[in-house]
């Protein structure tokens, strides 16, 4: 069982770190899950929903500031702010996994098909992905919100509106990192060899290929979940996102307290943007440690820092480590280290 969750992608890396590493990770480990429980326990924490504006026929009233009743104050229009940002969490990972789900499979589905193949087809689908990349992505979300739902929808509208938005911008990136990975594994010797026994390019593509070229995913996916929350809440900042009364978001809530800066109201637009901060430096966090731990060169600097005055077994070989005998480096036998001229000059 212990060598079960070792092998869990997050707790590898979490072991693997260490000093300041290990701290941002389990810093951005903390703040994302503290994120998620949030917004799939979002019932049971917020104490109104998140278009509520009365309780027992009373009305809460617009710019209440924090009180025991609403322990963060109430909004512009009415709503109870610590609500929102609750129920504004569950919208948010709404988005996140629907966009990044649909990215990841069109991406994955084109670059391998592009880099598999070529020709023709790979050019006409690498210039369009370069053309899509070189918009501003914001730019790209807002045009293709307003193609889709008109700007402004209900829930369900809403966060598919949101999330193909995203996705049209996540889809490159997906793309040019699948087909950089198979255009390098598909000249591979076991690739090949598969071919020569008669394997179909399906087979080929989807049971070699596929399997070898998806290990950035996970690093990918937490970087691109930041960047999707800061798209949703630009796309609600901006006017485009989800109606207040079919969901919660964050941007939106942003948008409507511009005013109450300038009159002092601080609270409306605090705990909304405070949110989206601590979300996206969290996940910006983890996906950062994931980064370097994975970078071969850094894991070998952090395991010569470890223990300072002593040989780390890190290896440039296939054999892998090199680990001395029972007498230690000392005992090592000075002939082993030497060539065939070394040693015949000892005889």
Known sequence: MREFWGRLPVIHQLRQSVGLQRGMLVTGLVITGVFLLTALLAPLLAPYGFGQLREDGV????????????PLGTTVGGYDVLSRVIWGAQTAVFVIVVAVLLSIFA??????????????????????????YAFPSLLLAIVMSIVISGGESN???????????????????????????????????????????????????????????????????????????????????????????????????????????????????????????????????????????????LRGRRASEQAPGTVAEISVVPGGALTAGPGGLGGLEPTAMLGDEGREAQA
């Open 107 to 132: 991406g994955v589905l084109l670059g391998l098909v592009s880099g598999y193949f070529g020709g023709t087809l790979d050019r006409i689908l690498v210039v369009v992905c370069d053309a899509i």
């Open 59 to 70: 009305s809460f009233g617009a710019q209440q500031p924090p009180s025991s009743a609403h």
């Open 155 to 297: 829930l369900i509208g809403g966060v598919l509106a949101a999330a193909i938005s995203i996705t049209v911008v996540f889809i490159p990136q997906y793309f040019r990192v699948i087909r950089a990975e198979t255009v390098r594994i598909k000249a591979e010797a076991y690739v090949e060899s598969a071919k020569v026994l008669g394997a179909s390019n399906a087979r080929v593509m989807f049971r070699h290929v596929l399997r070898n070229a998806t290990r950035t995913l996970p690093l990918i996916f937490t970087l691109n979940a930041s960047e999707a929350i800061l798209t949703l809440a630009g796309l609600g900042f901006l006017g485009f996102g989800i109606e207040p009364t079919s969901a919660a978001e964050w941007g939106y809530d942003l948008n409507k307290s511009l005013s109450d800066v300038t009159s002092g109201i601080w609270w409306t637009a605090l705990f909304p943007g405070l949110a989206i901060v601590l979300v996206v430096l969290g996940i910006t966090l983890v996906g950062e440690s994931l980064n370097d731990l994975a970078d071969p060169r």
